[in-house]
């Protein structure tokens, strides 16, 4: 039995495996799977009522072939091996006939659908998305019942397997846009794809890009806005977020879930958010403008109450702002590294070294705590994480620019931001566009 | 992107990243507090120098005090320079609010210094000019004594939001200097001398004609000129020892010809004005009367004045450009306007008669 052989030197090297012989009805067979990934007691209690029904309808053991399993040749190893890492169970029976992969009972391994846990909803659904694609799916379907959704399935990856899922709205969806990215999966599908970083090369986006060209949901609410926007939701196998392809500006300020509060004040959130993405970016650049650069553009009570503030500052102002936006940058990574428990100390060791502690010793002037604090803030009314990392990074360019330049440095550094938004586009579709369903397409 | 691609890039990058830092000149920018923000500036003659005076704020947040400083030079920038040697800032007037200047400069001509001031750009075209007729430095002493907020208040004399009143001119640089470009405006400036109680005090308006001071109007005249340009609202007017009123708002319309080449202009000038005060129970109309009566002849003497003077700072001139050639306009102020015939009439509308008829 060389497939056995085979199996028999893998088990060597992998105690996951297991090579249980029983009898199946009268037949002698071998089951072959990974323990972790299959229920063994039940899987052999379905294959044996099963196998009770097909002897009592006289047919031979093979027959069952046909009704729970698909064949695959003993000698095609490479298949058997690609099964068992799938997590299916290989029945090889004892004469040279081939050998049938069935799906088992498997192990639960995936929680249960929870409440999101880096999106909050006030008003609107709160289940979100677990690691389970199916699961995830199956979800999405239920939140849109429509027949026009489609479903395409990928495996990606040679060595690191992990099955990827297209949904889009059959008629909404911008065709091209759909066509180009079918095609960038089905020509890389044999790139591993471990994070989304490599997806995004695999997408064939550049890597420095400064902007997110997918957004990521954990709401199947948003998922299912997003298809009927027309756009294109990407489900990666053991990935709790649907994956929306393609971002654009707009999905930083608005998010479909304002759609279930009143009109005005859905319009007053977005704008809110607005304003909050450009103190972020251009605060600390005001500041440093200002202070060093262009005092004369204050009011002369500001001035003299900003410069009464720096009075014994060592630091000139860029140097200050640099240093406890680091600072501020520092807290918020570890906030997020910290366990929840612990979470506490760090805000009131931060809110201490901030509050108080760092005008005390007179290094930084108490105005700049105002204006930084009110960055950090702002910076969060965004919606989702990977959008408020990419402005966080883009009130460093704003930053230097305003303290060479002054306030013209800073309107330089808007005009850099606005140029490298517009020059963004993923398969066609600009970045600084509106989302728009097929009926206004215009052309 | 492979390695290959991006080494160029990156050096590309490195080059763009490196020239703006070495040629922006950065390091020249002062930060704020290492700079003075002198609030007011004093400029007097003394023998053939300038001697100039600076009220500069002191930015301590817990203390109020202000730091007057003074140096004598041949020009003003000199002076400056000067000042700056020996302070521990650099001095930037770019939020300087108030010019004072002594009355014998005014009287030979602002013309020099002001139009330094445009042209520099140093200091702000907004600034507020005001000429004194008494010495400088107690003025400045008086200043830094009773100002409060480290002097910066002081600049709230003249602002419309705080403590400006229609009995005072609000002229800044960039007025004067039309002025100065002008043949058919002028205007007035603020005179001020160090308050017995409060900083300043304000004794009417100097008129300037091209820059020069060639008169003097009240306070009560400035309202009336404030009126005039629309800023008259808030004012209070004294009608005969009867009542006070208050104006509310003001209109003015204008017809002009040129009848035999003298200029004919006859105006309207709406008020709306409500009685705050009364004495005895005089009726609406006769307030209305004398109201219209009183503020016509006053007009009309304060037009004398200035007419007197060649100097035309209520911008009559401005309604004759389309009536006199291209080439006379530069006659305005000699000829035309000596012989303009005013004809000035007041409508004031009573708004609140509900006090008067209680009274009856």
Known sequence: MELLEHLRNRQRQDADLFIHRIFLDRYPVTLVGATSLIDLPQTVKLLQTQVRHVVASESPLLAISGGIGERIGQEELVKVFEAITEGKLIIIPDNADPCIKLFPI????????????????????????????????????????TDKLRIHTYWLGSGLRRKATLLYMDGAVNSSFLRELQLAVESHS????????????????????????????????????????GKVVMFLDRLPFAIVLPSLVGDMFASDNDRNYPLFFMLAIRLLRIVGVLINTLMPGVYVALVSVNPDVLRIELAMSIAGSRVGVPYPAIVETVLLLVTLELILEACIRLPKSIGTTITMVGGIILGQAVVEARLVSNVLIIILA??????????????AISIRISKYVVLILSALFGVLGLFAGMIVISAYLASISSFGVPYLSWPRSKEQSDG | ????????????????????????????????????????MGIEKSEDDYQVYLLIPMKDQDKNSALVVSDKGTTINEVIDKMNKNLEMQIDLLHLKIIIFDRS???????????????????????????TEHKLRPLFERMNA?????????????????????HLAQTRIWHVFRSMQSETKDVPVPLISAGKATALESSGSAVLRKGIMVGKISSDETLMFNAFAGMGSQGKIEVMNQASVLIVSDTLSHST????????????????VTIIETKGSPTATLIQQELEELWTARYIRMFRKVQSNRA??????????????????????????PRLKFNFRIHAIIQNEGLLKMKE
């Open chain 2, 146 to 166: 009773a100002s409060l907020n480290n002097g910066i208040s002081l600049y709230d004399y003249f602002e419309k939001n705080a403590g400006w009143s229609p």
């Open chain 2, 105 to 131: 400069i005014a009287e030979k001509g602002l013309n020099d210094s002001l139009s330094s001031f445009m042209r520099a750009g140093d200091v702000s075209p907004k600034t507020i000019v005001t000429i």
């Open chain 1, 190 to 229: 044999t790139q591993d794809v471990p994070d989304l970083q490599t997806l995004n090369t695999m997408l064939g986006f550049t890597r420095w890009s400064l902007v997110t060209r997918f957004n990521t949901t954990e709401l199947p609410e948003n998922a299912s806005f997003a298809l009927n926007e």
């Open chain 1, 374 to 387: 009110a960055t950090t803030i702002a910076s969060f009314t965004v919606i989702g994480f990977h959008n």
């Open chain 2, 312 to 337: 035309d700072i209520l911008g009559l001139g401005q309604l004759f450009r389309n009536k006199i050639p291209m080439d006379r306009l530069k006659y305005w102020r000699d000829d035309y306007y």
């Open chain 2, 257 to 272: 010809s040129l009848v035999e080449n003298t200029p004919v202009l006859n105006s309207k000038l709406t008020l709306k």
């Open chain 2, 1 to 40: 992107m492979n390695v290959k691609n991006v080494i160029p890039y990156a050096s590309t990058m490195l080059l763009i990243v490196g020239m703006m830092t070495l040629l922006c000149g950065c390091w020249d920018n002062k930060d704020i507090n290492h700079r003075a923000l002198p609030i007011v």
């Open chain 1, 106 to 145: 498997s192990r639960k391994l995936s929680r249960s659908i929870e409440a999101p846990m880096t999106e909050n909803v006030l008003r609107g659904g709160i289940s979100a998305f677990t690691e389970d694609l199916d699961t995830n799916i199956g979800i999405v379907k239920k939140q849109t019942m």
